[in-house]
């Protein structure tokens, strides 16, 4: 798993303690209004690169709050926060891959 969003307000303590586990976990500082959190989604969703990668997933965030942003809800994109897991866990899979014999 390379990403989590905890879809909730206030999960800001939730997403600190499941980012260590995880490469990259998504949560909210505060409450944030349904259609703010609708916006997100959507922006996030459809910028998301399918490979998943640290730069796919900060593009996906930016253009997430981006639309929070574009869809007239002053200040609300300040609330969607992004954290990073240790670099110990991020993309194992991807780091054990540079190491393979072709």
């Given amino acids: 798993m390379k990403c989590v969003i905890v879809n909730t307000c206030f999960s800001e303590k939730q997403a ?5 586990y995880i490469p990259v976990v998504i949560g ?5 209004s349904d259609e703010s959190a ?5 922006g996030f969703y459809t ?17 997430g709050t981006t639309s929070i942003q ?13 954290m990073y897991g ?5 993309f194992a899979a991807e780091v ?3 190491f393979q014999l072709y």
Avoid at 28 to 32: A, D, L, Q, V, Y
Avoid at 47 to 63: R, Y
Avoid at 86 to 90: I, N, Y
């Fill in 16 to 20: 600190k303690a499941i980012s260590q």
């Fill in 28 to 32: 909210t500082k505060s409450e944030i």
């Fill in 38 to 42: 609708i916006s997100f989604s959507i």
């Fill in 47 to 63: 910028a998301l690169n399918p490979d998943l990668t640290i730069e796919s997933l900060d593009n996906a965030f930016l253009v």
């Fill in 70 to 82: 574009a869809s007239g809800n002053t200040g609300e994109h300040l609330k969607p926060i992004i």
């Fill in 86 to 90: 240790t670099m110990d866990l991020r």
């Fill in 96 to 98: 054990d891959s540079a």
